[in-house]
């Protein structure tokens, strides 16, 4: 922790006012969890002072214990260790009050990893390529949606107002108006992004009335990518407030508009740095990016309730809609699972369009590299690439819904050594606790439709 010692200590002569430190745990699902620690005392994290339970994780979306789990009273609920991560640490541009953001990882008190961080299980597939003499590099791509940040007495949100006043209604797509009307607010989205230490980049109007798409800078460590679409949306989340509006990450905010995806763009360089994906002047990729295409093709669906975790997600997967549902894989073709934009030159690499922008980035990556790393080692086939519309017969169908995803995931041996038996255990559990409240409920939809008909 030298290093987080060092950086805090160089922030904070250059940023004497900061009067707190929002120390940030990123759960399953990717709800920001954590504490605030004085400024004063911020040698604490360099120390390992911060504690939590590591039962945090586990939390569900309505921040309940996972009962099935057995991992929070059932065995007296103890502390895991927090560690700041040196390079995503900074001050929040957003806030009022002077607050640095730093952004944590969690062990064991005997310092063996915490099982169920998120970010440790990431760790393991990472640790797996560096004993191959491989290294990902990854950009990960973000959508969103801005809303008004009252909703009304449904509780359904509204879109944005953008130049005269006038909601968002239709489709909005590369508009550069559009982008004017939000530029202050992207300008300082971005801004606050690398004052946390994510490479934020390109900004596009997408197709849904106030959806955009933020791009992160291609990393040559994945977790730091993971690290920096964690920090962006935090960042994306807390201007968004300061100007009167809410980001949604929901999958399918809308029904009759375009969902929100999290792509994420991955090559493989060797200790040489050369891209072992380039396939020269070739016109198909060569046999290295064949077989980590061919093991995403045969982990996808068993993945799948990593990339779609929420009952809202299965909203977004439907024909024609970019979102992808079936298993299938293509050169330049935005409509498949797998896009190889490049095949040959550094720029050689793989997109995978599955997970949406409710995914969590550490465990969708997890997927990815995992299911790339075993289609290398075993020269996976992925057979033809798709060149139009995906559909029966140019790939497996993904789960269609959130209980089959969970049961593929449960039934999955991939995942359990992808991402540690325990942490796919609990995951799963917490995915079912969650399924089961939420089906409970009854919808409007239904009250609609059933109660004067039947």
């Not at 805090?8 to 620690?37: H, L, Q, S, T, Y």
């Not at 997600?313 to 073709?333: I, K, M």
Request: overall charge negative; charged content about 25%; hydrophobic content about 45%.
């Amino acid at each position: 922790m030298k290093a987080f010692a060092a950086r805090a200590a160089a922030f904070m002569a250059d940023n004497p006012d900061i009067e707190i430190v929002e120390c940030v745990f990123p759960d399953m699902n990717g709800v920001m969890r954590g504490k605030w620690v004085p400024a004063a005392q911020i040698d604490k994290l360099a120390k390992g002072d911060v504690r939590l339970p590591m039962s945090v994780y586990n939390l569900d979306i309505a921040s309940e214990d996972t009962l099935a789990a057995k991992i929070a009273v059932d065995i007296g609920d103890p502390d895991g260790v927090g560690w700041p991560i040196p390079h995503a640490f900074g001050r929040a541009l957003w806030v009022e009050r002077p607050t640095a953001l730093a952004l944590m990882t969690m062990t064991q008190p005997d310092g063996s990893p915490c099982v169920y961080d998120p970010r440790q299980a990431l760790a393991r597939v990472v640790a797996r390529f560096a004993e191959k003499g491989l290294t990902p590099v990854v950009a990960p791509e973000l959508e969103f949606y801005f809303v008004d940040a009252e909703t009304d007495e449904a509780g359904i949100p509204s879109t944005p107002r953008g130049m005269g006043g006038d909601r968002l209604e239709s489709s909005q797509v590369y508009m550069l108006d559009v982008k004017s009307a939000f530029a202050a607010v992207l300008a300082e989205i971005d801004a606050a992004a690398k004052a946390l230490g994510a490479p934020a980049e390109a900004a596009i109007a997408e197709f849904g009335p106030g959806q955009f798409e933020i791009n992160l800078a291609h990393t040559a460590d994945p977790l730091a990518a993971a690290d920096h679409a964690v920090l962006l949306r935090r960042a994306i989340r807390g201007v968004a407030r300061k100007h009167g509006m809410e980001a949604c990450f929901m999958a399918k905010p809308y029904g009759d508009h375009s969902g929100s995806g999290q792509h994420f763009h991955v090559s493989l360089v060797d200790e040489d740095g050369h891209n072992v994906f380039d396939a020269g002047a070739a016109d198909r990729p060569n046999d290295l990016m064949r077989g980590a295409v061919g093991g995403l093709i045969e982990t996808m669906a068993e993945s799948t309730l990593l990339f779609a975790p929420h009952l809202n997600s299965y909203r977004r997967l439907r024909p024609g809609t970019y979102a992808p549902c079936y298993a299938a894989w293509g050169l330049d073709n935005r409509g498949v699972a797998v896009r190889c934009p490049s095949i040959h030159g550094p720029a050689a690499r793989i997109e995978h369009r599955v997970a949406g922008a409710d995914a969590n980035p550490y465990l969708a990556l997890a997927a990815i590299l995992a299911g790339m790393l075993r289609g290398v080692e075993r020269g996976a086939d992925p057979g033809d690439p798709v060149s139009g519309e995906p559909g029966p017969g140019t790939g497996g169908a993904l789960p269609g819904n959130w209980q089959a995803a969970i049961a593929a995931f449960e039934a999955s041996r991939f995942v359990r050594e992808a991402l540690g038996r325990e942490f796919a255990r609990v995951y799963a559990l917490m995915k079912r606790q969650e399924m089961e409240r939420l089906l409970r409920r009854v919808t409007d939809a239904e009250y609609d439709a059933y109660l004067r008909v039947l």
